[in-house]
């Protein structure tokens, strides 16, 4: 894309803001330049964010009734799935797929439910909560 090309037709999801987007200037190098989004960007992102609500509150309904760990959910709601949260805590993601399943996250160490934590932004006790509990 030209440095000319860059979108500028306004993206309610940035919220104003404005963010960077690599473009090609006129001696042929790419070179950072400020976007304000595009309509198509928008409707993808709101697509998504819509995706992991769903997936999020499908999570909740799981763990309520036992079928699932308090873990997924949290991991929808902070919109990851198990291969961005294996990423982010170095767990394989086999391990973290197992994990969502209640006993064996019942049986984790404290150490790993701290890498858990730590990667979702929430302290290790709230890790084992859902909405509505332990309020």
Known sequence: MERDGVPQEG????????????ARDEEGRYVLVPSRGWSVEELVTQEA????REQAEA?????R???SSPLEYHMYA???DPT???????FARWRVRRHLRPRPFRRLSPRKRQRYARALGLAPEVL???PGEGE
Do not use: D, I, P
């Not at 964010?49 to 992991?52: G, L, R, S």
């Open 59 to 63: 999570a909740l309904e799981r763990a």
């Open 84 to 90: 961005t949260l294996a990423q982010v805590t170095g």
């Open 49 to 52: 964010v819509e995706w992991f």
């Open 128 to 130: 084992s909560q859902l």
């Open 11 to 22: 993206n309610e999801t940035l919220a104003g803001e404005r963010k960077g987007v690599y």
């Open 65 to 67: 009734a036992g079928r």
């Open 78 to 80: 902070r919109r990851m």
